[in-house]
């Protein structure tokens, strides 16, 4: 039977809970998270696994998340035990790429995968994406510039981006969006 171990913590973004495997970090659960949570990956994903309380084994990762959101970590250097299809994991790979500050549209992503026609679905497996913040899907925007669904909701999607722009609060035509 596989172990999950689990810890939930508090950060400048509010309280995280990340999950991880003997191979690597499977999942952080933001503040307000929307969707399915934990509980619908691990359905899907792990269904029979058995999820321990065990704060020891995060240890280097969230001080890795830690120095991330007071601005001392731009790329993190940790396991992933990524659990997804084909095309998720492409997508996630090109996400991957973006670097601290940047942003990328929907449809840029959509192209660097050879999918040009998929952009919606690339929008879903963002959506899906079970590694926020690592995997940096709040970089990902609509062509426009417009702020587009992040499973922690828009507010902390600009406050990211503001973060990483080193604003500390987002700009008037993000605050618009709320």
Known sequence: MEVLFTTRFKTPLGSLRIVSSEKGLVYIELPNESGRGFEGWKKTHAHDAKVLDRRAAHDGVIDQ??????????EFTMDLDM????FQLAV????????????????DIANAIDKPKAVRAVGAANGANPIPL?????????RGGALQGYAGGLELKARLLAMESGHSDPSPAQKRLF
Request: some cysteine.
């Open 65 to 74: 998340l830690m120095e991330f959101m007071s601005g001392e970590r731009c």
């Open 83 to 86: 659990r997804a299809t084909d």
């Open 92 to 107: 996630y790979q090109q996400v991957g790429k973006i670097g601290y500050g940047e942003t990328v549209s929907y449809s």
């Open 134 to 142: 690592v995997i940096p899907c709040h970089r990902v925007i609509a």
